[in-house]
């Protein structure tokens, strides 16, 4: 995971650069509130770790500057204590708030609190994946197609849908027959591959837009299918 600190003390961007690159963290780091917004958009990090106090534009001005194109969590770690600081941090759109001295142990275990929301998505930030003139989106378990400059809603049966989802839940990764027997049927039908052969059939007949030659739904021969959904979609 990539964090970029932003801290006008050298000092403390050493040791925290030091500390948290031995945790495994690529580390990037600003000296100041200009210098950390161009960082930002020059490599996306996962994660800012922000004091307040810096020169040129302070943690608050920071923090409504990235807001505006990333929702990667900001943790601001300030020697500020006041409340009201506090309060126009979070407001801002700052995550967590810590203030100085910190223990490492205490930041190391924030940090890791919020990569677990980043792993956690909300029911708005489920995949919408768009298969050419279909788009399933995971959210509401709806499938469409664009017919003659209108959409109109792909209808999938239980079993349907479950394959369809564990496959685009591993957008261009090879999902075994095994894998998918057991996910829709369970342990017991692991042998049952005639099954997945009837299901992906009518799977392509609804999707794909000429199901005796699969763009989408592929074939890995002897092992499992593959979703893979063109360029310009995320895997």
């Known amino acids: 995971m990539k964090i970029l600190i932003a801290d006008d003390d050298p000092q403390f961007r050493k040791a925290l650069r030091i500390t948290l690159r031995s945790q495994g963290y690529e580390i990037i780091t600003a000296q100041d509130g200009v210098s950390c917004i161009s960082l930002a958009v020059d490599t996306h990090p996962d994660m800012f770790i922000l004091d307040l106090g810096m020169p040129h534009m302070d943690g608050i001005s920071v923090i409504e500057g990235v807001r505006g194109w990333t929702n990667a969590p900001i943790l601001v770690v300030s020697g500020r204590v006041n409340a009201r600081e506090k309060v126009r941090a979070l407001d801002a759109g700052a995550d967590d708030y810590v203030t100085k001295p910190v223990s490492i142990d205490e930041l190391l275990a924030r940090i890791r609190a919020l990569s677990r929301r980043m792993t956690q998505p909300s029911e708005d930030q489920e995949p919408v994946v768009h298969l050419g003139a279909v788009t399933v989106d995971l959210a509401s ?11 109109v809603k792909v209808k999938l049966t239980p079993t349907e849908w479950k394959m369809l989802e564990l496959l685009i839940r591993n957008c261009g990764k090879l999902v075994t027959r095994q894998d998918l027997l057991t996910h829709i049927w369970g342990s017991e039908h692991i042998s049952d591959s005639g099954y997945l052969r009837l299901y992906m059939s009518q799977l392509r007949k ?17 092992m499992g299918y593959r979703l893979d959904p063109g360029p310009g979609q995320k895997r």
């Open 141 to 151: 378990h709806s499938v469409d197609k664009a017919i003659r400059g209108r959409r």
């Open 206 to 222: 609804k999707i794909e837009p000429d199901p005796s030659h699969p763009r989408y739904l592929l074939t890995e021969t002897g």
